[in-house]
């Protein structure tokens, strides 16, 4: 059964086509990755997908659910870990934690028996009185990861989660979303630009590249159908060696600071 | 209900937590009242207008609303930066229900606010003409503080970074200020008191001012429906604006 279902999705901005007509699915309880160069439609995918943007033309649906027409019931099926933080530095871990239970509407007993228990297992239980301005870049992101399952989302979508995390932790968050993966059956659809862990844990692997998706299939599938020996090869070959232009994140904006209304 | 309470129960925590927050933005109003107050409050007298600080207060905690609302719903800007309005859109909530959660929460920190302010000009040596109509005098401030908490919440929907900030305030917020008889009397002005009918801050200091100071220029009833009508459209549009926010 297809738990995420993308059919013929298009995304533009003016005269730029982010996403050229993609078509994919993931399966309930796949580890899914979506690879591309920068600027690729990666977070565009995702955002669409997650409803903070709507598509020019194109169906989604999320457990059976439209983007479009019932995002409400979309949002409360996954969870997701942004590829910049998105914490209030001003609240303790807890008060994150408890903030985004209310918001999800989970009820007050439930919501500390599970806060807790994330907390632990993110090992940020004892800090959970410490503002997160305190934090550093690995525990906000564990932080992130916790406050995302609080809900027991179905499907987790992670957008380049180890980006700047130490090999031990990133180990770690592996290890857990596998097994969170096996236990309670979470669908993970996450992006990277570190391809030998996409090779190690994806069960399917999308590359996408110009908005459109080059290459789809497991790891060994892609290698054969490139006739590489590694993923990082097969990527390089669909891809090309150029350099991409990166459109400038918003603090990039926020620090050029050159536009003052927002972009159409 | 609880997700508004819990956005409103964020903006109270922000707050209290930045000290220099609170004690730099009741700077500006002290030293307006100190200020202005002694300074002019000879010449008014001498003018045959009565006491100036009397007059003046209710213009003070005017410009403490409106600061403090217009930053408080302008603040969106700063979870589009760093990122915190993100994980506010995913969640399953209707976007009417955060922005009045916000609203409210800011609208809440702005009166008080002002009323720090009442009662910080206590020691200056006003005195307001009737105690017990000092808790109506708050709810007016809670009235206006919504109005221009809706207004910035409006516009930071717009606004894609804090460059337009400095604008905003040379070009909005101190013109409404200036413009809204918060330091002058309206009446006998001329032309600026034309204009100042247009300024929904005149209604809020009027208000403030015939409860406070007994002083009035277009009647409380007037303004009490001024204030209550601008903030309902400001509600609707600024949550229109807010419905539109793509990240």
Sequence with gaps: ?264 | MQTIYILWLRQLKRYFRSKSRIVGSLAQPLLFLLALGFGFGPVFAKAGEGNYLQFLVPGIIGMSIIFTSIFSGMEIIWDRQFGFLKETLVAPVPRFNIMIGRTLGGATVATMQGTIVLFLSMIAGFRPVNWFLVPMAILVMLLSALLFTALGTAIASKLDDMQGFQLIINFLVMPLFFLSGAIFPLSGAGALGVVARFDPLSYAIDALRSILSNINNFGLGTDIIVLSSVTLIFLVVGSYFFSKVQI
């Design chain 1, 1 to 264: 059964m297809s738990i995420i279902k993308v059919e013929n999705l298009i995304k533009k901005f003016g005269d730029f086509t982010a996403v050229n007509n993609i078509s994919f699915s993931v399966e309930k309880g796949e580890i899914f990755a979506f690879l591309g160069p920068n600027g690729a439609g990666k977070s565009t995918t995702i955002k669409i997908l997650t409803t903070l943007l709507s598509p020019t033309s194109g169906k989604l649906l999320l457990d059976e659910n439209d983007t479009q027409k019932n995002p409400n019931d979309v949002r409360h099926s996954f969870g997701i870990v942004f590829q910049d933080p998105s914490l209030d530095d001003e609240l303790t871990a807890y008060e994150n934690m408890d903030f985004h239970g209310v918001l999800y509407g989970i009820p007050k007993k439930l919501r500390r028996e599970r806060i807790e228990h994330l907390l632990n297992f993110v090992e940020l239980w004892d800090r959970r009185k410490s503002y997160v301005k305190e934090f550093s870049g690995g525990m906000k992101r564990r932080l992130e990861i916790a406050r995302g399952l609080l809900h027991h989302p179905k499907i987790l979508f992670l957008d380049e989660p180890t980006l700047g995390l130490d090999p031990q932790t990133r180990n770690h968050m592996w290890e857990y979303l596998r097994n969170l993966n096996k236990t309670e059956n979470i669908t993970v659809f996450f992006t990277t630009h570190y391809m030998e862990e996409a090779e190690r844990i994806a069960d399917r692997i999308a590359i996408i590249d110009h908005g459109v998706i080059v290459a789809l299939g497991t790891a060994e599938e892609l290698k054969k159908q490139t006739e590489t020996n590694s993923l990082e090869e097969a990527f390089l070959k669909l891809t090309g060696k150029n350099i991409r232009a990166d459109e400038a994140s918003t603090i990039d904006v926020l620090r050029n600071g050159r536009k003052m209304w927002a972009r159409k």
